[in-house]
């Protein structure tokens, strides 16, 4: 690979954490501003869905794949966690 695109790669890589770092940093406000448990816990799995899915993209840009895996746990792990919330949504429908 050349030094111009190495350059090149590294600053998309760089252009691409900015702009997760950005989003997360968004997130991080929106959450400052939540009042209900559930909505919290949501919005920390949506944050971490959004951090697996940055990680995944700087992996696949890098060709790493150690990040691209660990990007992808941290998106089941938030998937997980929505999956929780439904339930206790349901649950929480039939005590009412």
Do not use: F
Not at 73 to 88: C, D, R, T
Request: glycine share 6%; aromatic share 0%.
């Amino acid at each position: 690979m050349s030094n111009e695109n190495k350059n090149t790669l590294s600053t998309t890589i760089k252009d691409v954490e900015d702009k997760a770092q950005e989003m997360i940093g968004e997130a991080q406000e929106k959450m400052g501003e939540v009042t209900s448990r559930t909505t919290e816990d949501r919005a920390k799995a949506t944050l971490k869905n959004m951090e697996g899915k940055a990680q995944e993209m700087v992996g696949e840009i890098t060709g790493n794949p150690q990040d691209q895996a660990e990007g992808q746990v941290k998106q089941n792990e938030a998937k997980a966690e929505h999956m929780v919330e439904n339930a206790k949504d349901e649950a929480k429908k039939i005590i009412d």
